[in-house]
Protein backbone atom coordinates (compact mmCIF):
# COMPACT_ATOMS: atom_id res chain seq x y z
CA UNK A 1 0.00 0.00 0.00
CA UNK A 2 1.67 3.18 -1.11
CA UNK A 3 2.23 5.58 1.75
CA UNK A 4 1.58 9.18 -0.08
CA UNK A 5 0.68 10.58 -3.59
CA UNK A 6 2.32 12.93 -5.43
CA UNK A 7 3.25 14.41 -2.26
CA UNK A 8 0.68 13.75 -0.15
CA UNK A 9 0.43 11.44 2.84
CA UNK A 10 -2.47 8.18 2.38
CA UNK A 11 -4.75 7.86 4.58
CA UNK A 12 -4.02 7.33 7.80
CA UNK A 13 -5.60 3.63 9.09
CA UNK A 14 -8.60 3.62 11.51
CA UNK A 15 -7.25 4.15 14.85
CA UNK A 16 -11.20 3.80 16.57
CA UNK A 17 -10.27 0.00 17.54
CA UNK A 18 -7.21 0.94 19.70
CA UNK A 19 -7.16 2.83 22.93
CA UNK A 20 -4.37 5.31 22.71
CA UNK A 21 -1.49 4.55 25.41
CA UNK A 22 -0.88 8.51 25.50
CA UNK A 23 -4.73 8.72 27.21
CA UNK A 24 -2.53 7.50 30.67
CA UNK A 25 -0.45 10.53 30.40
CA UNK A 26 -3.03 13.16 29.84
CA UNK A 27 -2.42 14.96 33.22
CA UNK A 28 1.24 15.61 31.99
CA UNK A 29 0.76 16.17 28.67
CA UNK A 30 -2.10 18.91 29.42
CA UNK A 31 0.19 20.59 31.54
CA UNK A 32 3.32 20.77 29.11
CA UNK A 33 0.19 22.26 26.87
CA UNK A 34 -0.50 24.81 29.76
CA UNK A 35 3.44 25.74 29.91
CA UNK A 36 3.51 26.17 26.14
CA UNK A 37 0.49 28.21 26.29
CA UNK A 38 1.80 30.40 28.90
CA UNK A 39 5.26 30.51 26.47
CA UNK A 40 2.64 31.86 23.31
CA UNK A 41 1.21 34.50 25.90
CA UNK A 42 4.54 36.00 27.22
CA UNK A 43 6.40 35.91 23.25
CA UNK A 44 3.06 38.10 22.19
CA UNK A 45 3.75 39.99 25.47
CA UNK A 46 6.92 40.30 24.49
CA UNK A 47 6.01 41.37 20.79
CA UNK A 48 3.72 44.11 21.93
CA UNK A 49 6.40 45.68 23.92
CA UNK A 50 9.05 45.81 20.91
CA UNK A 51 11.94 43.90 22.89
CA UNK A 52 14.96 42.75 21.51
CA UNK A 53 14.71 40.69 18.50
CA UNK A 54 17.50 37.90 19.95
CA UNK A 55 15.29 37.17 23.40
CA UNK A 56 12.24 36.77 21.70
CA UNK A 57 13.90 34.08 19.11
CA UNK A 58 15.09 32.45 22.45
CA UNK A 59 11.78 31.99 23.61
CA UNK A 60 10.33 30.97 19.84
CA UNK A 61 13.13 28.75 20.15
CA UNK A 62 12.28 27.04 23.78
CA UNK A 63 8.60 26.77 22.98
CA UNK A 64 9.66 25.04 19.56
CA UNK A 65 12.34 22.72 21.91
CA UNK A 66 8.65 22.32 23.99
CA UNK A 67 6.47 21.44 21.16
CA UNK A 68 9.00 19.11 20.17
CA UNK A 69 9.21 17.36 23.87
CA UNK A 70 5.53 16.57 23.13
CA UNK A 71 5.62 15.26 20.23
CA UNK A 72 8.24 12.74 21.18
CA UNK A 73 6.28 11.74 23.92
CA UNK A 74 3.19 11.04 21.93
CA UNK A 75 5.05 9.46 19.23
CA UNK A 76 6.53 6.82 21.58
CA UNK A 77 3.23 6.38 22.93
CA UNK A 78 1.98 5.80 19.53
CA UNK A 79 4.82 3.24 18.61
CA UNK A 80 4.55 1.55 21.95
CA UNK A 81 0.59 0.76 21.95
CA UNK A 82 -0.95 1.67 18.97
CA UNK A 83 1.29 0.01 16.50
CA UNK A 84 2.15 -2.91 19.03
CA UNK A 85 -1.44 -3.85 19.11
CA UNK A 86 -1.53 -3.44 15.04
CA UNK A 87 1.63 -5.82 14.42
CA UNK A 88 0.10 -8.02 17.12
CA UNK A 89 -3.32 -7.78 14.71
CA UNK A 90 -1.35 -8.02 11.51
CA UNK A 91 -1.72 -4.49 10.33
CA UNK A 92 1.66 -3.38 11.24
CA UNK A 93 2.66 -2.18 7.68
CA UNK A 94 -0.12 0.62 7.32
CA UNK A 95 1.36 1.86 10.65
CA UNK A 96 4.83 1.88 9.87
CA UNK A 97 4.43 3.96 7.04
CA UNK A 98 2.03 6.18 8.60
CA UNK A 99 4.27 6.63 11.73
CA UNK A 100 7.42 7.54 9.06
CA UNK A 101 5.37 10.28 7.34
CA UNK A 102 4.69 11.14 10.60
CA UNK A 103 8.27 11.87 11.59
CA UNK A 104 8.90 12.96 8.67
CA UNK A 105 6.70 15.68 8.78
CA UNK A 106 7.48 16.16 12.61
CA UNK A 107 11.46 16.81 11.61
CA UNK A 108 10.27 19.15 8.21
CA UNK A 109 11.03 16.10 5.97
CA UNK A 110 9.16 16.11 2.24
CA UNK A 111 6.81 12.84 2.65
CA UNK A 112 8.08 9.85 0.55
CA UNK A 113 6.45 9.85 -2.70
CA UNK A 114 6.27 6.27 -2.65
CA UNK A 115 5.56 2.74 -0.83
CA UNK A 116 8.76 1.53 1.24
CA UNK A 117 10.71 -0.99 0.13
CA UNK A 118 10.08 -4.53 0.73
Known sequence: M????????????????????????TALLMRRLSRMEGQVRGIARMIEREEYCV?????????????????????????????????????????VDEVIDVVRRTLGRPIRTGSRPA
Open 2 to 25: PSSTRGRAAPAPDPSHFRHSYSKD
Open 55 to 95: DILQQTAALRAAVDALSILVLEDHVQGCIRTAAEQGHADEY
